[in-house]
């Protein structure tokens, strides 16, 4: 690939990537071979993080090694995470630790490792507007954080990889600037900066049923030493019906297959939305080890007594306010199942109910030429573009009302990227794997013919005659002539085309081969 270092006036990229998180640098890790792909990726930090506020220690990531940056689209790569291990002499100790999940930490570092290798990536890079020219390619302006700087950027296709933003729930969304970084609401997002914080509060609330959740509530049950001093409590609230884990059965992943994608994809906006609801136990649940590490936690401190924590299922947080006499927030919940309300306080608030995806106000210059559904979301169009079907403008992980749950799976990350690029370079740089699942999705599908019966048995050793596709009143064979293709076909063998003693199998023609497999 080739890339300047600082864009000239009328130099056009192929590919301008708004955003550098996994799945963008994934896309740069993927282009960065191919000689026909000018691109370069724009971020407004000054350097990769990948969830700061969630780096606790030995928690590691929900997906396997393989759903690394590249490994799913090109398993050759030099961008791998085994490639990684190996550069850095850790390959052995991974294999023999014999956990397919990498740390997060790991994970992180991985990427940065990655980023020293790119030569495509301006960091300190706002965007800030981008425009279609009459040619159909892009204006992209952007500002230098170091200096103020304004840049332009010209390219024929824009990928936007700008993440999400932290999600609040309604009943918080006016105690949400109270007290600034120190304030007493903390998103899961914030979590290292403010522990040492919460750590010293009297009382601490964690609102969320995820993984983000469970690992604050476990890093707080230990730290805290909850027990240990009289008056302190932490609690945790969850409107979900348990404490559920995420469910990892086999059958139950083929979810994230290219087949399954497609069948959402194809679904009336309210189906989406409703299964989206209904599908969040397959990748908004908890490790099941950590649920476990959870309650043998509390099982542990209860030896000396009753722990001061409550856990609260079923428990929708409906209003909070800020009582400014005892400096404590006073939160009223709701009990779905028996519809009653309670009042309790609390000194701090840990809010782990996950992101929503970032809509860039640059887009609005764009005006109706992106696609939105009729909720202002974005229409994302089945090969991830949003510009009315001319493939020039695509988005990562901004699609999950319309993808479903293979939008914020890292281990889908590299098909999506493929997918792209093949649609930038008109070829498949990378081969799609476009069946993967062994269940069909949708509609189904008529039962097959049954197979003709093969007669009996042939004695050992003996050729099998090929069975005549039909046959004239002398009982000679009577060949069948291809209409489409002017040449003589005969039935395929009864047994599929499988090895017959004393032969090689015939090789089917187009028709024939149609006929075996149907």
């Known amino acids: ?168 729930p309604e009943a918080l969304q006016h105690l949400a600037g109270r007290g600034g970084s120190h304030g007493p609401v903390v998103h899961s997002a914030d979590y290292l900066t403010a522990r040492d914080r919460l750590r010293a509060a009297d009382s601490v609330t964690i609102v969320g049923s995820g993984q983000s959740a469970a690992e604050i509530y476990r890093d707080l049950l230990d730290t805290t030493r909850v027990g240990d001093r009289p008056g302190h409590r932490l609690d945790w609230i969850t409107r979900s019906p348990r404490f559920f884990p995420m469910e990892y059965t086999k059958l139950t992943l083929e979810l994230t297959s290219p087949e399954y994608t497609d069948h959402f994809h194809s679904l009336p906006r309210q189906t989406r939305d409703r299964l989206g609801r209904e ?62 309300t309670a009042t309790r306080r609390t000194d701090a608030l840990v809010v782990a109910t996950g992101y929503v995806a970032r809509v860039p106000s640059f887009l609005d210059a764009l005006g109706d030429r992106v696609d939105r559904d009729d909720l202002g979301r974005l229409a994302v169009a089945r090969d991830y573009s949003i510009d009315g079907g001319r493939g020039r403008l695509f988005v990562q992980n901004a699609e999950e009302h319309t993808h479903g749950l293979t939008a914020p799976d890292l281990g889908f990350g590299a098909w999506r990227n493929s997918s792209i690029i093949a649609s930038i370079t008109g070829r498949e740089s990378y081969p799609i794997e476009r069946r993967i699942a062994f269940q069909t999705f949708g509609r189904p599908t008529p039962s097959p013919a049954p197979a003709p019966d093969p007669g009996p048995a042939p004695a050992p050793g003996c050729a099998i005659r090929d069975k005549p596709d039909a046959q004239d009143s002398s009982g000679a064979e009577v060949s069948r002539v291809s209409p489409r293709e002017g040449r003589e076909l005969h039935a395929p063998h009864p047994d599929g085309g499988r090895v017959r003693p004393g032969g090689r199998p015939p090789e089917p023609t187009p028709t024939e081969e149609a006929r075996v497999t149907r």
């Open 1 to 168: 690939m080739t890339a300047a270092t600082a864009p000239a006036a009328e130099h056009v990229y192929d590919l301008v990537g708004v955003g550098v998180g996994p799945f963008n640098l994934g896309l740069a890790a993927l282009t960065d071979p191919l000689d026909d792909v000018d691109a370069v990726f724009l971020d407004e930090n000054d350097g990769f993080a990948w969830h700061p506020g969630m780096m606790i220690e030995g928690a590691t990531i929900q997906v396997p090694f393989l759903a690394d940056l590249v490994t799913m689209a090109d398993p050759t790569s030099r961008f791998s995470f085994l490639n990684w291990l190996k550069t850095i002499g850790r390959l052995y100790p991974f294999y023999i630790r014999e956990d397919f999940s990498p740390l997060r930490a790991e994970y992180d570092a991985y990427c940065r490792w990655v980023v020293d290798q790119l030569d495509t990536l301006r960091w300190g890079r706002r965007v800030m507007s981008v425009d279609e020219q009459s040619d159909g390619t892009y204006v992209l302006t952007s500002r230098r954080g170091a200096d103020g700087a304004v840049e332009t950027w010209h390219a024929r296709h824009v990928v936007l990889g700008v993440g999400t933003e932290p999600r609040l």
């Open 279 to 340: 599908q969040r136990s397959l990748y908004k649940g908890i490790s099941g080890e950590l649920v476990d590490d959870v309650y043998d936690t509390l099982y542990r401190l209860s030896v000396d007594g009753p722990v001061d924590s409550t856990l609260l299922t079923e428990t929708e947080l409906v209003d909070a306010r800020w009582v400014d006499a005892d400096e404590q927030i006073e939160l009223t919940v709701r009990h779905a199942q028996l519809g009653t």
